[in-house]
């Protein structure tokens, strides 16, 4: 027997709630039965002012965002960087973040853990 599992973007669960806002969010890591750490994937549209700022402090989770498609700009503590495709974002869990997108919008897969922890799935996020 093969443990591959193969899928589209549109074939993954989808967040559905009131933090996606504009946003779409896909369970990447659940629909793909990952059980070893998080993992979604994030689109914005253009332009879009939406995206919280947030930092993962209550659970101690590091973030890495690789960003697939579009371009934009990554907010923390007064400073802006810009991103694009192919860019690896590292964030650790004390870090307030926000991601704004450019006039293509922005596509990120985010990756999530908590350093010397167990996963298990964020509530919210179900």
Same mark, same amino acid.
């Given at each position: %027997?093969? =443990? /591959?599992?193969?899928? *589209?973007?549109?074939?993954?669960d989808k967040?559905e709630g009131?933090? !996606?806002?504009?946003?779409?969010? #896909?369970?990447?890591?659940? !629909? %793909?039965?990952? +059980? @070893?750490? =998080? %993992?979604?994937? /994030? &689109? %914005?549209?253009?332009?879009?002012?939406? #995206?919280?700022? *947030? =930092?993962?402090?209550? +659970?101690?989770?590091?973030?890495? #965002?690789?960003?697939? =498609?579009?371009?934009?700009? /990554?907010? @923390?503590?007064?400073?802006?960087?810009?991103?694009?495709?192919?860019?690896?974002?590292?964030?650790?869990?004390?870090? &307030?973040?926000?991601?704004?997108?450019?006039? &293509?919008? $922005?596509?990120?897969?985010? $990756?999530?853990?908590?350093? @010397?922890?167990a996963f298990?799935? !964020?509530?919210?996020?179900?």
């Amino acid at each position: %027997m093969t =443990d /591959i599992l193969i899928k *589209h973007f549109f074939e993954l669960d989808k967040y559905e709630g009131e933090f !996606s806002n504009e946003q779409q969010i #896909y369970f990447a890591g659940k !629909s %793909m039965g990952i +059980s @070893a750490w =998080d %993992m979604n994937i /994030i &689109k %914005m549209p253009p332009n879009w002012l939406g #995206y919280q700022e *947030h =930092d993962h402090k209550h +659970s101690g989770q590091e973030e890495v #965002y690789l960003v697939l =498609d579009g371009h934009g700009v /990554i907010q @923390a503590n007064g400073y802006n960087w810009q991103v694009g495709p192919g860019m690896l974002i590292r964030v650790g869990p004390e870090q &307030k973040r926000k991601f704004v997108p450019g006039i &293509k919008g $922005l596509t990120l897969l985010t $990756l999530g853990g908590i350093p @010397a922890k167990a996963f298990a799935a !964020s509530a919210q996020m179900q």
